[in-house]
């Protein structure tokens, strides 16, 4: 492989915030924990934010609920904290922190609001990116390593905190909101026009009494915006700060290395900083100077069901898939040259052990 | 007869890199061998479906994609959300996508708030536009004898599914409730299927366990699992046992690489590499069984040796139909 190697645990002992990103079932969250227990052995006061671990790997990291609180992992020689994500809780803690008692418990019982903060995608993104700015506020670790949502596309959580703050500022709301507001004849006129099309199409389209549920909703968060606004727009440069590396994770695999590629182009045009690539779940072996066809032949001539025969046809498979993965991975470094690799090695079962995590993160931290 | 020969609309998900989209694909082609029309349909902007197919980024609209063996089309809709909200302003509204209305709308942010921020009415649209395929009629029969959904994966899919549901609880009565009947209707009815792709490994299966459980909770039809990727042990039970343990007889390993005319110095490299296979395979088997407890009709389909392309598609597709799914 010809990318500069990436050197992690340089990044895990200067970063304050690690993102580990990638497509779905690449290993972000083993990744994320791995590089979480290295940094707090390696004398880091750290916190891990997972979204959604694997049933094991939270029981190794002592998370057995989700309560939103980060808890001591024990075990660890060293200060690391873990936490799982609820974001349902998260949304209602931003809504009873920065609206009115009494507008608060409008909003927590608006039926829309209940829809949105408990079940529909996309909130998770929002509520992610919320959650590693109220820990970093805290002041109380000197590394935060979060893992990405599971998303329909790895990006979505980028464009959250843009994404949210464009439709604050948008017409929409103001529309919404108070159509008598805006200036200008002209552009009241297009306004109404617009209102009033919109107005009726959407009381068409979900009835009048959703229509009033959707607008209550939006006025009693309207107090609401502007802490909205500032929060997003503080994530948003939040990741942009030196002090952020992203980690992006992808196994040697066509789509993965394609999804890694469009993130580390689209982590470029946004002036987020990038640390590198994890390659993970590469496949070795120690004694590649056997060939995969001459283990073939020297495995026709034998009884197929000898064991050498089975271990040659084993090896040779292994061969084959090492060489194909390589010829991916190459494809990525030769269109990205300049961003710094490290290979992690596929283990025969799921890590789901403070052990494992930490052999994983020697082999992240280049073997 | 194959399994779900009385389903017409085929969700297949599963856990992110097992592999969907290829079996989502494979389905399609099954399903249209022998002379029949399948829709095979992708929501996630990911256009997944033009890079298995080998060809340019789809458009908007249903366009043929391959010929199953046996004759029969595969056609194929990567559905735009903009265009999908476009187009249903337009259906029941008589709103012109060209015209002020909808130009406006677009201006005051209204397309991009009904499209992105407000992710619950992205996936009323995207169901809303799988349903309509689906129920489509011409000359009195079914415009597409099976449609093939690319779902979203097992964390989401029975929320995604069931969002007509969550809205229609919104709205006790009027126009989006019946929308939204309707749509539940097509879901929970008997021609409908979601079908689970997974691997043999921990995470895939504990996800598609409880991914099960969670359709089964919304009242969702399960249609069968589809376990993707198996290996194939390449030693005996006996020699997988040993391996496993670290066991291997080293020294007749040795002694064969020697006779085969081959380096014997090689041989705990290669003993180490079948532990790790013979480790594999036992937790394969553990996700086997674990798979067995859903009672459900299973399917496996191959680790094929080389990415998967056309030509993989059609012999995937030939396996499905030999275990009859389609």
Known sequence: ?367 | MADFSSVRLHVVSGKGGTGKTTVAAALALALASGGRKVLLMEVEDRQGIAQLFDCPPLPYTEKKVAVALGGGDVYALAVDVEQALLDYLHMFYKLSPTGIPARTLRKIGAIDFATTIAPGLRDVLLTGKVKEVTVRQQGGRPYYDAVVLDAPPTGRVARFLNISHEIGGLAKVGPLKNQSDSVMAVFKGAQTAVHLVTLLEEMPVQETIDAVADLTEHGLPVGGVIVNAVRTPALVPADLRAAERGELDLSALSQGLAQAGLDPACAPSLAAEAAEHAARVALEERGRDALTELHRPTYELPLLPDAVDLGGLYELAQMLRDQGLA
């Not at chain 1, 690449?26 to 052995?41: C, M, N, P, S």
């Not at chain 1, 996309?122 to 700015?133: I, N, P, V």
């Not at chain 1, 046809?313 to 390589?326: C, I, K, N, P, V």
Request: glycine letters at 8%; one cysteine or more; hydrophobic letters at 45%.
């Open chain 1, 1 to 367: 492989m010809r990318g500069a190697p990436l050197d992690l645990d340089q990044v895990i002992d200067t970063a304050q915030i690690i993102v580990c990103c990638g497509s779905g079932g690449v290993g972000k969250t083993t990744t994320a924990a791995a590089l979480a227990v290295r940094a707090a052995e390696r004398g880091r006061k750290t916190v891990v934010l997972t979204i959604d671990p694997a049933r094991r790997l939270a029981q190794a990291m002592g998370l057995s609920e989700l309560d939103n609180t980060p808890r001591p992992v024990k075990g660890i020689d060293g200060d690391l904290d873990a936490m799982m994500l609820d974001m349902k809780r998260t949304f209602d803690e931003i809504v009873l922190t920065h609206a009115e008692p009494v507008k608060a418990a409008q909003i927590l019982q608006n039926p829309f609001y209940q829809a949105l903060s408990s079940s529909f995608a996309g909130t998770q993104e929002y509520m992610a990116m919320e959650k590693l700015g109220q820990l970093k506020a805290t002041g109380e670790w000197d590394l935060i390593v979060v893992d990405t949502p599971p998303s329909r596309s790895a990006l979505d959580f980028l464009d959250a905190p843009e994404r949210l703050t464009t439709f604050l500022d948008g017409r929409l709301v103001k529309v919404l909101l108070a159509p008598a507001k805006a200036s200008g004849k002209a552009y009241l006129k297009v306004v109404s026009v617009g209102f009033n099309v919109f107005t009726s199409a959407i009381t068409r389209i979900i009835g009048a009494s959703v229509l009033q549920d959707l607008s209550q909703f939006v006025a009693a968060l309207e107090t609401m915006f502007g802490g909205f606004r500032e929060r997003a727009q503080a994530t948003y440069d939040l990741l942009k700060d030196r002090g952020t590396a992203f980690v992006v994770v992808a196994t040697p695999e066509r789509d993965a290395l394609r999804e890694a590629a469009y993130f580390v182009e689209r982590l470029a045009e946004e002036g987020m900083p990038l640390a590198g690539l994890v390659v993970n779940r590469v496949h070795r072996s120690a004694a590649a100077g056997l060939t995969a066809q001459r283990s073939l032949a020297a495995a026709e001539g034998l009884d197929p069901q000898s064991l050498t025969a089975g271990v040659l046809r084993l090896h040779a498979d292994r061969l084959l898939l090492s060489d194909r993965e390589r010829r991916m991975a190459e494809r990525f470094t030769s269109a990205h040259p300049g961003v710094p690799v490290v290979e992690v090695a596929a283990q025969p079962g799921d890590v789901h052990d403070l052990d494992g995590l930490r052999a994983v993160g020697a082999e992240l931290a280049g073997g």
